[in-house]
């Protein structure tokens, strides 16, 4: 092989290289989140997208064995709204015990309006997760409304109270994550 076919060589592998390098970083510029690797680098990946709540995220997403042990997005997705299921039966429960200690009209309506209404799209979620991931991804999403509209209704009542605040951030969050994951589902 002469000197000029060499060096055309080296130049198409240099350009390929370069090519693929700038490739990803493209994909990771532009969204491209869903790559699978290792449950830990799944976490990385959706928890990276929540912004300032990336912290919070990795602390709730890793403190979950099922979470940690999860192989794909499948597996993480569900594990994720089995999670948040439980979390907002929890905050719902909380919810009814505290409407019923102080006869607030604002806190029962979290607690029998918005607080069913989030465990039901979380529910419905996991029910379509391998039937229709994108039904999934969207009742992923929607379960935080709920949160939101209790936010609305303490405020409106002139409510403040910290522990409600606190539990329709972390639902709220939930929500978020698991519309992350599952909308990983959608693209493969």
């Known amino acids: 092989m002469n000197a000029s076919a060499l060096c ?3 130049l198409t592998l240099c350009l390929i290289l370069i090519s693929y ?5 493209n994909a990771k510029a532009n969204g ?7 449950s830990q680098q799944m976490i990385d ?3 990276n997208q929540t912004s300032q709540n990336e912290n919070e995220c990795l602390k709730i997403l890793k403190a979950d064995p ?8 499948f597996e993480i997705s569900k594990a994720i709204l089995k999670l948040a299921t439980k979390k907002a039966k929890e905050g719902q429960h909380f919810l009814k015990g505290l409407a019923h200690k102080t006869g607030s009209a604002a806190i029962a309506l979290c607690a029998n309006q918005w607080y069913p209404y989030t465990v039901g799209s979380f529910g419905s979620a996991l029910g379509e997760l391998k039937e229709s991931p994108d039904t ?9 409304d709920g949160p939101v509209y209790c936010d609305e209704a303490i405020a409106k009542a002139h409510i403040v109270n910290p522990a409600i605040s606190a539990l329709n951030h972390k639902t ?3 929500s978020f994550i698991a519309f992350l994951a599952t909308n990983c589902l959608s693209e493969e």
């Not at 099922?66 to 997005?73: E, G, L, R, T």
């Open 32 to 38: 491209d989140h869903c790559l699978l690797g290792n």
């Open 66 to 73: 099922k979470i940690v042990q999860a192989k794909d997005y």
């Open 136 to 144: 999934a991804n969207y009742d992923a999403k929607v379960a935080g």
């Open 45 to 47: 990946q959706i928890c």
């Open 8 to 10: 055309s060589l080296m």
């Open 172 to 174: 709220s969050l939930l």
């Open 21 to 25: 390098s700038l490739l990803l970083a």
